[in-house]
């Protein structure tokens, strides 16, 4: 007979494996929760495309390209999936998608000049039918490609030669002779109802982040408004005037809550003081876009 001893060693031999066993899963168990921890995030991190500084007169842009500033939802395509500026999921029908390159592009989502509310509830919504068939995608980049802005655009153009979509159009650039031509060019574009021009020197490489060598070029309006309200301010703005209820001419209420120091912040003009404000447009309903404040009216 064996004894208790050797009873209890062959038990713990016998254990050895299935601890072993149990390991192993545990530890393929977790590789494989942090590797898909690890995609997750990757799907949700924003993607790095470059942003636009301002243009201020002073730049050089002779030699560059423009192109209209289009007024939509920034889609970037990844080769797989589109998604918005900040990584979330655009969700286009299959059919929009279907037959993109699978290669990354950047570009508007965009219908019409002055469609923007339009273009934001169907881009944005998670179904939106046959809305998404008034959509055009309008590339200005294409992402990690050699070479200069044409050379990359032309990436996209010799694949829609070979497979033409429907619904993807790369925007035009246009040769910058000087000052003066970038200037009549912002008028025609502002004049139609655009919102203004991007240019861009062609020959610099792909870049993600907001660079000099890609600059918004804007006109604004200017309005008079009457302070109806002083509207109370929020964080770093508190116990201060945050923003400006104001009433327009034609009794349309707006508020102007950005162009103030903190000086004025803290001393707001009064409610029946006229002042006047500068804005970049009009949205469908006919309100201000983004009005900032200028100055009091002389």
């Known amino acids: 007979m064996e004894t208790e001893m050797e009873m209890n060693g062959k038990a713990r031999a016998a254990a050895k494996p299935a601890a072993a066993n149990l390991a192993r899963a545990a530890r393929v168990f977790f590789a494989l929760f942090f590797t898909l921890c690890c995609a997750a995030r990757a799907q949700s991190a924003p993607p790095e495309v470059f ?11 002779r030699g560059w390209v423009m192109s209209e500033k289009l007024d939509g939802v920034r889609g970037v395509w990844d080769g ?37 509310e339009n273009i934001v509830s169907t881009v944005r919504a998670r ?12 590339v200005f980049e294409v992402p990690r490609q050699p070479g200069g802005l044409r ?9 829609l030669a070979a497979h033409p979509h429907p619904h ?50 804007k006109t604004h309006f200017d309005a008079e408004c009457e302070v109806k309200k002083i509207l109370p301010g929020r964080g770093k703005y508190r116990g201060m005037m945050g923003a ?17 120091t903190d000086a004025m912040r803290a001393a707001p003009p009064p ?15 006919g309100a201000p876009r983004f009005p900032v404040y200028l100055r009091k009216r002389k």
């Open 151 to 159: 050379r990359r655009l032309s990436v996209l153009a010799d694949y």
């Open 168 to 217: 993807i159009k790369i925007i035009r650039q246009t040769a910058v002779r000087d000052a003066e031509h970038l200037r009549e060019f912002l008028a025609e574009v502002t004049a139609a109802g655009g919102e203004g021009v991007v240019v861009r020197d062609p020959n610099t490489p792909y870049r993600a982040g907001r660079l000099a060598s890609a600059l918004k070029v």
């Open 127 to 138: 179904s939106s039918g046959d809305k998404w068939r008034r959509i055009t995608y309008q």
């Open 51 to 61: 942003l636009l500084q301002t243009y201020d007169g002073t730049q050089d842009v």
């Open 271 to 285: 409610p029946g003081e006229v002042i006047t404000f500068k804005y970049y447009g009009r949205t469908a309903s």
């Open 244 to 260: 400006l209820q104001c009433e327009m001419a034609d009794g349309r209420l707006v508020k102007v809550g950005s162009g103030f």
């Open 80 to 116: 797989a999936q589109l998604r918005s500026r900040n990584g979330n999921p655009l969700h286009a029908p299959a059919w929009f998608t279907r037959g993109f390159p699978p290669f990354a592009l950047d570009g508007e989502l965009w219908t019409a000049r002055g469609d923007f």
